[in-house]
């Protein structure tokens, strides 16, 4: 296993860079993979590195990054939710053009009658970026009644707004129609089919020393943010929603990729639900699939194309898959740790993206 110069790159980030105040992040984990073949499996830096308020550990309190670490994927779960909603699809319990009222009434308030279940996978919805829900309401049920309610800024269908609020409603939807919870229909629909062992919601303090630390918060009267979700929001829902909360490894993640592939049967999801899912939707503003971005050169850097698909996380996570290729590249950072004001991680998302793009023979 060679290692690619992109990884060396990559590194730099976790140093402070000429006028920048502190590192990208302090450690990451890098994979490329193409069909079945891994080509590069790499870890450097620290997975915590600082404590509570932020200062920082002598060196024999910190964790070292390993292959192994379990990161918080933050808005990469996302794509989990978007394969358990297609699973449902399939099973007959949803329809991608039905109005997302024919099952939750509710949701029809606030000019939403005629959001669909792709509306809400292509955030095309109308709805906001985001709302907070922690704070203000002190049950799940006043939660889902607060999305439920929640009006739309844009006519459904017409603009392209990135919202939590659309991979949030669901997940409550899929639990509503299968009458089993998100986390189920993950663990028995994704994750062990594919043998994904360290993928799942709310690691806990067994697996405590194999997490990567997050964001000090103690505005939120959390202090480090470490073995548990870092999104607010999904951490008011019980750490378990359909934006945010799954926590997961390289190489779990690789087992995702390798199963949008072409060179061997999915065993998630019929040909016809893949097609659909990396098909652009033809959202104005933005090139999306259901779940997936597509063609964003912001993170996908000279691997970006109308075959290439995506995801990134508010933690500093990345999952990019060139179908043309049946090759991927995950890097996963802790970026947020231990405060949200770092550096911008996308030029070094490009960088890896580069470097599998080189491997390949394009660029």
Request: proline fraction near 6%.
């Given at each position: 296993?060679?290692?690619?110069?992109?990884?060396?790159?990559?590194?730099?980030f976790?140093?402070?860079?000429?006028?920048?105040?502190r590192?990208?992040?302090?450690?990451?984990v890098?994979l490329?993979g193409?069909g079945?073949?891994?080509?590069?499996?790499?870890?450097?830096?620290?997975?915590?590195r600082y404590?509570?308020?932020?200062?920082?550990?002598?060196e024999p309190?910190?964790?070292a990054?390993?292959?192994?670490?379990?990161?918080?994927l933050?808005?990469v779960?996302?794509?989990?939710t978007?394969?358990?909603v297609?699973?449902?699809?399939?099973?007959?319990?949803?329809?991608?053009?039905r109005p997302?009222a024919?099952?939750?009434?509710?949701?029809?308030?606030?000019?939403?009658?005629e959001?669909?279940v792709?509306?809400l996978?292509?955030h095309?919805?109308?709805?906001?970026?985001?709302?907070?829900?922690?704070?203000?309401?002190?049950?799940?049920?006043?939660?889902?009644?607060?999305?439920?309610?929640?009006?739309v800024?844009?006519?459904?269908g017409?603009?392209?707004?990135?919202?939590d609020?659309?991979?949030i409603?669901l997940?409550?939807?899929?639990?509503?129609?299968?009458?089993r919870?998100l986390?189920?229909l993950?663990?028995?629909?994704?994750t062990?089919p594919?043998?994904?062992?360290?993928?799942?919601?709310?690691?806990?303090?067994?697996?405590?020393?194999?997490?990567?630390?997050?964001?000090?918060?103690?505005?939120?009267?959390?202090g480090?943010?470490?073995g548990?979700?870092?999104?607010?929001?999904?951490w008011?829902?019980?750490?378990?929603?359909?934006?945010?909360?799954?926590?997961?490894t390289?190489a779990?993640?690789?087992r995702?990729?390798?199963?949008?592939?072409?060179?061997?049967?999915?065993p998630?999801?019929e040909?016809?639900?893949?097609?659909?899912?990396?098909?652009?939707?033809?959202?104005?503003?933005?090139?999306?699939?259901?779940?997936f971005?597509?063609?964003?050169?912001?993170f996908?850097?000279?691997?970006?194309?109308d075959?290439?698909v995506?995801?990134?996380g508010?933690?500093g996570?990345?999952?990019?898959?060139?179908l043309?290729?049946?090759?991927y590249?995950?890097l996963?950072t802790?970026?947020?740790?231990?405060?949200?004001?770092?550096?911008?991680?996308?030029?070094?998302?490009r960088?890896?993206a580069?470097?599998?793009?080189?491997?390949?023979?394009?660029?």
């Amino acid at each position: 296993m060679v290692e690619p110069q992109a990884w060396q790159e990559v590194l730099t980030f976790t140093q402070s860079r000429p006028g920048e105040v502190r590192e990208a992040f302090p450690g990451a984990v890098m994979l490329y993979g193409q069909g079945d073949q891994v080509l590069f499996h790499g870890a450097h830096g620290w997975a915590v590195r600082y404590g509570a308020e932020g200062v920082s550990l002598a060196e024999p309190d910190r964790i070292a990054m390993a292959p192994d670490t379990i990161f918080d994927l933050a808005s990469v779960s996302k794509l989990f939710t978007a394969i358990v909603v297609m699973q449902q699809i399939e099973a007959g319990r949803l329809e991608l053009d039905r109005p997302v009222a024919d099952w939750i009434g509710d949701f029809a308030a606030g000019g939403k009658a005629e959001v669909t279940v792709r509306m809400l996978l292509a955030h095309s919805s109308g709805l906001p970026s985001w709302i907070p829900l922690y704070g203000s309401v002190s049950s799940v049920d006043e939660q889902q009644e607060r999305v439920f309610a929640e009006p739309v800024v844009h006519d459904p269908g017409t603009t392209y707004e990135y919202s939590d609020l659309n991979l949030i409603t669901l997940g409550w939807l899929c639990e509503i129609v299968s009458g089993r919870s998100l986390e189920r229909l993950v663990s028995e629909g994704i994750t062990a089919p594919l043998g994904m062992v360290d993928t799942g919601y709310n690691p806990g303090l067994p697996v405590r020393q194999r997490v990567a630390a997050t964001e000090d918060q103690p505005e939120m009267a959390r202090g480090l943010v470490w073995g548990e979700v870092h999104d607010e929001n999904a951490w008011s829902l019980g750490g378990t929603a359909g934006h945010a909360g799954i926590f997961s490894t390289a190489a779990d993640l690789s087992r995702l990729a390798r199963s949008f592939l072409d060179d061997a049967p999915c065993p998630l999801l019929e040909p016809s639900s893949i097609a659909e899912m990396v098909r652009n939707q033809g959202v104005p503003g933005h090139e999306r699939g259901l779940g997936f971005e597509l063609n964003q050169p912001s993170f996908m850097g000279k691997l970006a194309s109308d075959r290439t698909v995506g995801h990134t996380g508010f933690t500093g996570t990345s999952l990019v898959i060139d179908l043309n290729a049946n090759a991927y590249v995950v890097l996963l950072t802790n970026r947020v740790h231990p405060t949200r004001t770092g550096p911008n991680v996308n030029p070094a998302r490009r960088i890896a993206a580069d470097g599998l793009a080189a491997l390949l023979g394009r660029g």
